[in-house]
């Protein structure tokens, strides 16, 4: 296989290739060994929903097979694959939210989880219904937490919505039926109407994936959020290094891979612990060299500074280095392979929660209440493993870039109050970015989200969308697996304002940002909502009026469905560079692409050639900056 082809990321290339010298096997090797992909389950048309199948049916309307033995046609198999889809992805990231929440619960002044933020716990109590007058800060978050857990699964009533919300929004809900009741519910009703012989309608089945996908983003992604930045600190604007280059020859390297911050953050706190420093020196390592891949690269990287080593594609190539002494796991885009593979180096694999055991790893369960300790234990591993380095296998290539990232909405706010007129603008607020849309010296803004995926040329369709956008003075916040390619690419740096446009250029310099803002993890996308939702309530839009669109051009995870789905559903056009298993129906291929446009304002594109996206991306935005401007 040509390693030009697979990715434009340099180090990948050069890995790929020590890894085909080494005999190790990756993802391409796989991919290339399944040949031909199923087009019945490429285009959703094949059903294992109950044991009278699997059936597959005909993608062509009137040619083949067009039912079922139980009579589903393929828009019904195929809208109930997509809403198990939105499901799964929901239930990753609510379940990740109520991790957190239960972390928030434990937390205590004397503890190893403290209040980082309370400003932002204050904030957040009224909307739980708690009282915080004469309490002390941390009987606020124990309430805080159990409201929220409560939650999840109340019996009664919808869920408890963020107020950046616009009221406009909210009724576009309510009169579509998609204001969601509790998160837990919602996901446990797709389950229901997927079973067979539920529900046999694919507008009905799309409309219960909406209700569910904003438990998702609305709901428990939000909640992940912002308990995070409570309990570890809300991010601010930083510099870090990004790709392989970062990791180092002569210190014990450690990887950090999957998405909870409660491990990652205990494991960056105990690294510094002078015991397993001294450890780490009496084994002939220079120190201890914490690395990420992922989101949890992407949460460490926030509030840490920890450099990032990679993103999805490059999970195994951190081991096929030869150099990394542990890679520590919890939950969610971590590779099977990645047991085996560490095999063949010294690598330790260590996978740490119950929900993501995986065979041929070391499991230690992580346990958030001996958190320090156990996270000491875990790194004494990987510090014992140094001196059991194939040092003839090592090969790290020198390349990464610097950029800046950590941009949570204070920290945006922060940096616009340097811009703030104080005539014209309130300060705190984020009344000049949306100034800049309204006069059009920023055309738009668009988020460029979600993963790498092995259909598509590795990094290439994220950066040729960002760079598109950037010349034509649309601002970019990235989160995901593409925030990293972004970092990579150095786009996050601040000299990327040479790929911009006049107006995105002045902005930068004003603010003194960078023109792609890191906003964090996937989970963190509820920060571009938020976002979004307090610009459109500052201009008195909805969400669906503003100038702005997300992409996710090289996706490929159930989250990553559940995330389009609840953008689209906030209000904003979602632009996917992977098709979705539903080609096979023209039903739900027209509902996601044409018809959800008049039910909630927004819609899918797919478009697999980067650039034609982002010619119709920067379209839509011209389109929408009609209207305000009218
Ligand atoms: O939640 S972008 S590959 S790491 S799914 Fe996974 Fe996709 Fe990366 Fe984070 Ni998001
Ligand atoms: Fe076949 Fe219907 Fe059963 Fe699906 S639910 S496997 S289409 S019989």
Known sequence: ????????????????????NDGSETLWDRKAALKNQCGFGEQGVCCRICTMGPCRVSPIPGKGVQKGICGATADVIASRHYARMVAGGSSAHSDHGRHIAHVLHMASRDGDYQIRDEKKLLNVAA???????????????????????????????????????????????????????????????????????????????INLSMRTSLTDGWGG?????????????????????????????????????????????????????????????????EGINLVGICCTGNEVAMRHGIKIAGNFNQQELAIVTGAVEAMIVDVQCIFPSLANLAQCYHTKFITTSKLAKIKDAVHIEFDENNAYECAKGIIRKAVE??????????????????????YSNQAIIGQLDRVVNSYTHKPGTFEPLAQCLVSGVLRGAAGVVGCNNPKVKGDHSHIEIIKKMLANDV???????????????????????????????????????????????????????????????????????????????????????????????????????????????????DILTNRLEDWVGAKFYFETDPAVAAEKMLARIEEKRAKIEA
């Open 385 to 406: 493993n140094y001196t059991n380095r194939k040092h003839e296998k090592v090969s790290i290539p020198t390349h990464k870039s610097t950029g800046m990232i950590g």
């Open 475 to 589: 601002i970019v916040v990235v989160t995901g697996c593409a925030a990293q390619a972004a970092a990579k690419a150095g786009l996050l740096s601040k000299d990327a304002v040479k790929y911009c446009g006049v107006g995105l250029q002045k902005v930068c310099e004003l603010a003194d940002i960078p023109p792609v803002l890191h906003m964090g993890s996937c989970v963190d996308n509820s920060r571009i909502l938020e976002l979004v939702g307090e610009v459109a309530k500052i201009l008195g839009l909805d969400m669906s009026e503003l100038p702005v669109v997300g992409a996710a051009p090289e996706w490929m995870s159930e989250k990553a469905v559940a995330i389009g789905t609840y953008v689209v559903s906030s209000g904003i056009d979602t632009f996917l560079g992977v098709v979705p298993p539903v080609t096979g129906s023209p039903e739900v291929t």
């Open 127 to 205: 909307r739980w219904g708690v009282a915080t007058e004469g309490k002390d800060i941390y009987q606020v978050a124990h309430d805080v937490a159990e409201a929220a857990l409560n939650d999840f699964g109340k019996p009664f009533g919808s869920m408890v919505i963020p107020p950046s919300i616009t009221k406009q929004r909210l009724k576009v809900w309510e009169d579509n039926d998609i204001l969601p009741d509790a998160i837990d519910k919602e996901v446990v009703s797709i389950m229901h109407a997927t079973h067979m012989g539920c529900t046999a309608d694919a507008e009905s089945m």
């Open 221 to 285: 992604s939000y909640i992940g959020t912002e308990f995070s930045d409570i309990i570890f600190g809300t991010p601010m604007p930083r510099e870090i290094e990004a790709n392989m280059g970062v990791i180092e020859k002569n210190m014990v390297n450690i990887v950090l891979h999957g998405h909870e911050p409660s491990l990652s953050e205990m494991i960056v706190v105990a690294a510094d612990d002078p015991e397993l420093k001294a450890l780490a020196r009496g084994v002939g390592a």
């Open 1 to 20: 296989m040509d390693e030009t082809t697979l990715s434009v990321d340099l180090a990948t290339q050069e890995l790929y290739v020590k890894a085909r």
